[in-house]
């Protein structure tokens, strides 16, 4: 499975942004994906996550609930991650990832595929 994260860049704090990630190989083995973040000098963190296929649960970071949505399009292979009221202390390089096995979780361990990232940067 093969993930490319696209949409990061500039915005001004309390602004929004939209991520998209586009997996491609053998994507019906996929059960979910998730978004993590790391910002400079700061360990990986999880975002948020989304069921892949069946149904549609999904699970945030508290610290981006009510502000972040993770959501997904089957039909183009891509899960979006829109972020709104940014901070300047979200600065970071977001990445997608999804787990081999069948679960969908906020631990790191638990991702086999990860994506390059995308740089977000928001300014104050």
């Known amino acids: 499975v093969r993930l490319v994260e696209s949409g990061g860049g500039l915005v001004q704090a309390g602004g929004s942004l939209r991520l998209s990630c586009a997996a491609s190989g053998r994507t019906a083995r996929l059960y979910a994906m998730g978004w993590f973040r790391q910002a400079p000098g700061k360990e990986r963190e999880f975002v948020a996550a989304i069921t892949y296929w069946s149904g549609t649960r999904t699970v945030y970071a508290d610290s981006v609930k009510g502000r972040f949505t993770i959501s997904r399009d089957n039909a183009k292979n891509t899960v979006y991650l829109q972020m709104s009221s940014l901070k300047p202390e979200e600065t970071a390089v977001y990445f997608c990832?999804?787990?081999?096995?069948?679960?969908?979780?906020?631990?790191?361990?638990?991702?086999?595929?990860w994506g390059q990232g995308t740089q977000v940067t928001v300014s104050s």
């Open positions: 990832a999804a787990p081999a096995k069948q679960t969908m979780s906020s631990q790191i361990r638990d991702y086999d595929y």
